[in-house]
């Protein structure tokens, strides 16, 4: 399939998903296990990039890590961590099964939903010019992990002998033996290898007799380093914005205005809300604002927030009151 940025090739590409491509309607069935070797090449095995993530339940941050590494606590708030903590596999790219039909009708194209990026800086916070009204942080090298959890936001099953993949099933078939239950229907009686040619060799993928080479409950994802700010705001009483709507209204005006008194396109800056834990142990949103491109944007803001959030508020007070705009 046709190389895209991270986002829209798991949002088009993701397995299960069926895209138009010259006309015709394809099934991404699976992702292509070439690291270093060319995407033709054929019986090219190659270690894959399994690596975990986690997101902290209490403050909001989030990492990656190597399969290797100990994650036992949060780097930021120091919490240890109970269940949330995800595999992931970073795909050099996405294919179809050279052997399935395929046809013309462009009505049964759909998507793979794409997760919320997880969106992390690092550093300590900083308070604004009135501490009472909220605080800040900016960093460089902040982070953006992109990813796909499939349809039932288990992950994906994947077989690492092939590449074939399936999303996980939303509930185990209690009929199907014990061994198997857990996986998709697909991955419960040996299948087809995915690329590779089909002659007079056997089309059965080897790993389907070795229970190591499926994988299952992975998600499909990438880790990005990018200029990062996060801006926590507090109201006349010192309250945390507890409401995710208003929080994301604010984070897009407050994109808008970042963008104006930068002087760059809107679209080079993205706009989201996490969940956060400060230090004085205050819960609430954090507005968070990044490069798409790490252009060195984000984190050249923080001495001009006053001027961006003052620029914010003219957007959203409108002169008649019925702006759909604002």
């Given at each position: 399939l046709p190389s895209r940025d991270t986002v829209t090739a798991l949002r088009e590409y993701a397995p299960g998903a069926k895209v138009?491509?010259?006309?015709?309607?394809?099934?991404?069935?699976?992702?292509?296990?070439?690291?270093?070797?060319?995407?033709?090449?054929?019986?090219?095995?190659?270690?894959?990039?399994?690596?975990?993530?986690?997101?902290?339940?209490?403050?909001?941050?989030?990492?990656?890590?190597?399969?290797?590494e100990e994650i036992t606590h949060c780097t930021d708030c120091g919490s240890v961590f109970s269940g949330n903590i995800s595999e992931y596999l970073e795909p050099a790219g996405f294919a179809v099964d050279f052997y399935e039909p395929v046809d013309n009708d462009i009505s049964t194209q759909c998507f793979i939903p794409v997760e919320q990026p997880w969106i992390n800086a690092t550093g300590n916070w900083m308070p604004l010019a009135n501490p009472a009204l909220g605080s800040y942080r900016s960093s460089s090298a902040g982070t953006v992990f992109n990813h796909s959890a499939g349809v039932s936001h288990s992950g994906y099953a994947i077989c690492l002998e092939c590449g074939r993949a399936e999303p996980m099933p939303t509930q185990a078939d209690n009929d199907a033996p014990p061994e198997t239950r857990h996986l998709?229907?697909?991955?419960?009686?040996?299948?087809?290898?995915?690329?590779?040619?089909?002659?007079?060799?056997?089309?059965?993928?080897?790993?389907?007799?070795?229970?190591?080479?499926?994988?299952?409950?992975?998600?499909?994802?990438?880790?990005?380093?990018?200029?990062?700010?996060?801006?926590?705001?507090?109201?006349?009483?010192?309250?945390?914005?507890?409401e995710p709507v208003v929080a994301?209204?604010?984070?897009?005006?407050?994109?808008?205005?970042?963008?104006?008194?930068?002087?760059?396109?809107?679209?080079?800056?993205?706009?989201?809300?996490?969940?956060?834990?400060?230090?004085?142990?205050?819960?609430?949103?954090?507005?968070?604002?990044?490069?798409?491109?790490a252009s060195g944007y984000c984190s050249s803001v923080s001495d001009r927030i006053r001027d961006a959030l003052m620029d914010a508020r003219k957007l959203l007070e409108c002169p008649v009151g019925q702006c759909h705009s604002a």
């Open positions: 138009v491509i010259d006309g015709l309607v394809y099934k991404s069935a699976g992702i292509t296990l070439n690291w270093h070797a060319p995407a033709s090449a054929q019986n090219v095995k190659e270690i894959q990039s399994i690596r975990r993530t986690w997101r902290c339940r209490e403050c909001g941050s989030s990492g990656t890590a190597g399969s290797a998709p229907k697909l991955f419960r009686t040996p299948h087809h290898r995915l690329r590779g040619a089909q002659g007079t060799d056997s089309p059965e993928c080897k790993g389907s007799h070795n229970p190591y080479s499926i994988k299952p409950n992975l998600m499909l994802g990438q880790e990005a380093y990018t200029d990062v700010l996060e801006l926590q705001l507090n109201d006349l009483q010192g309250h945390c914005i507890s994301y209204s604010l984070a897009v005006a407050f994109r808008s205005a970042v963008s104006g008194v930068l002087g760059v396109e809107e679209s080079e800056i993205g706009c989201d809300i996490k969940p956060i834990r400060l230090p004085t142990k205050i819960t609430g949103y954090a507005i968070v604002i990044y490069d798409r491109n």
